[in-house]
């Protein structure tokens, strides 16, 4: 459960990193922050977090392979396409190796 609590933590820092690209976008121009820099303060957050993302999916793939609360089934492959990626779709596919 602990690794899930983590993996839930990054999610939610994954959605601060877009809101706060908007807000960067919306309001850094009267702090001195360009579109250029707001890209980059985004871009390095959020490569970080989808780094670690990986590594935490695969760790919670292979020690606690069913998530404690339904919902948290859903948030594996937010962003990866249009619609989230099923867990048990992940689960499978990863087990084929």
Not at 36 to 43: D, H, M, Q, V, Y
Not at 65 to 87: G, K, N, R, V
Request: charged fraction near 10%; include cysteine; proline fraction near 6%.
């Amino acid at each position: 459960m602990y690794m899930w609590n983590i993996y839930t933590l990054i999610f939610l820092a994954e959605c601060l990193d877009i809101v706060l690209y908007w807000a960067m976008l919306m309001h850094g121009p009267s702090f001195g922050i360009g579109p250029g820099l707001a890209t980059a303060i985004f871009g390095v957050i959020m490569i970080a977090l989808c780094v670690q993302n990986v590594y935490i999916l695969h760790d919670v793939i292979h020690g606690a392979t069913f998530p404690p609360y339904e919902w948290q089934s859903y948030i594996t492959h937010p962003f990866a396409d249009f619609w989230s990626l099923p867990w048990m779709d992940i689960i499978m596919e990863h087990n084929r190796h």
